[in-house]
């Protein structure tokens, strides 16, 4: 038994003077300040004047990608290619045993166009293939000696769902882009076994309950990687809990029905598989989004979709039969048009279900299809920190999509007033997992587009009580009140009182996590 006291707490619109009372894992009781005795040998837990929050609940987030980086080169931040060769070098150095050199997180702003050339690596490393993957996730560079050992540098045409960047004499130069083309490449990557697997996965996920989130959305797992998930979660469990979405292959699909139905069968206290993951398109900096009318600065190509329509409805109905969560990639106006086509089908040959399919990022939403999400049920999950005027944006994006599609992205506020629920996600570790420097990005938008502008108040609700909805747990978790689990944070102050620009520097005091042993006691 628990009392939280001397603080306030959030009430689902701001936070306020209260006490919270905790039993057997459950919020007990929510009280004016001293109203309540607290029961004979609780203990009483001081918030020293800050504020308690519901756990945040990332929607959207790659913690097993964010887990295993640092096995690998360590490219992420780097400011130049050179200073990316350089990393490279050392660690090829320093690793001379590894058949493949890989990495992760590769800026695509720090080569003109996003282009990156196959001999800038292998004036580093010459005799073995480099493979490193964008901090992205949608392209791939490599060398001269994994462009050969995966046959890329051979094929004179695009692959199926993937594309390569060529010179004029139409040899690859060493930038893969979409899955199609860059898969060969992450296949020469030796697979790490499922022990290191899950030690890392133990790290990333309590670096994520230490900045306060008691619940993520895994949007990307292949099915070869769940025992690594379950090795992980043995003993005390996570420190946050899991849904896991597992990956439908385009091409593949109706063959992985049986098993993703088998996998879904998992029984544990912090991960639960009920899931399905499709990547309807790429992204707009690479050219890659499928988008309803062309690129203005690639005439004639509206993009780069993963799927057929038709056969993306049909996946989409079947597993939506299955009883799965879908769970959507969709980057582009057309491919959200695509996206909610599929699920309006699903919907009218499945009938009528509590089913709530999220479509994620929306980065380019046509205002006719707005109203859709809230008709059919959707749930919108965005990344505020993309909403910004950063490198990627100015450099890459809008040179793409000109000034009346520019001015359109990321319509979070739009999305919001049409009544659908919204989820915010960080897509980690695309861009940082901290929930209130996403939260703040919702509130600014770094001076840019101001009318898509949230408050800090309802962009807590989006990471609280909007991804518990997501997560079809909005009775259990997302709220402070009796009966609700008491999964918490605790922030060294109010939120809610704090300039938006300030609340990145608000510090996480602790996160509690309730489990079942707690209920059992």
Known sequence: MEVFVNGLVWDGERCVAADVHVAGG????????GERKPASGAAIRDLDGGALLPGFGD?????MIAALEDRYAPIRGSRTVADVVERVREHARTHPDDEV????????????????????LDAAVGDRPVVLRSNDIHHVWCNTAALRGTGLLELTGDPVDGRLDRDADGRPIGTLREWGAFQPALSLVPPLDHAAKAASLRRAITKLADLGITWVQDAWVEPADLPAYLLAAQGEGLAARMNLALRADPHAWRDQRAEFRQLRQVKDDTITVRTVKLFVDGVVEG??????????DAPGCCGLPNWDPAELAAAVTAFDADGFQLHIHAMGDAGVRTALDAVEAAVRANGPRDRRPVLT????????????????????????LWAQPDAVMTDLTLPRLGDERGNRQYAIADMLASGAHVAFASDWPITRPEPLHIIAAAATRGGWLPDQRVG??????CYTRGTAYLAFEEHRWGAIRPGMRADLVHLATDPCSADPAELPYIPVVGTRLSSAREAQR
């Not at 459950?26 to 300040?33: F, Q």
């Open 361 to 384: 990022h929306l980065q380019l939403v046509a205002p006719q299809d707005l109203p859709r999400f809230r008709q059919l049920g959707v749930v919108a999950v965005f990344q505020p």
């Open 287 to 296: 050219g890659t989004a499928a988008l309803l009318e062309e690129y203005d």
């Open 456 to 461: 800090v108040a309802r962009g807590i609700d």
């Open 59 to 63: 929607a959207h987030a790659h913690p």
């Open 26 to 33: 459950l919020i007990t009781a929510v009280t004016p300040p």
């Open 101 to 120: 050199i890989y990495g992760e997180g590769f800026e695509l702003t720090i080569a003109d166009q996003g282009l990156f050339r196959a001999e800038w």
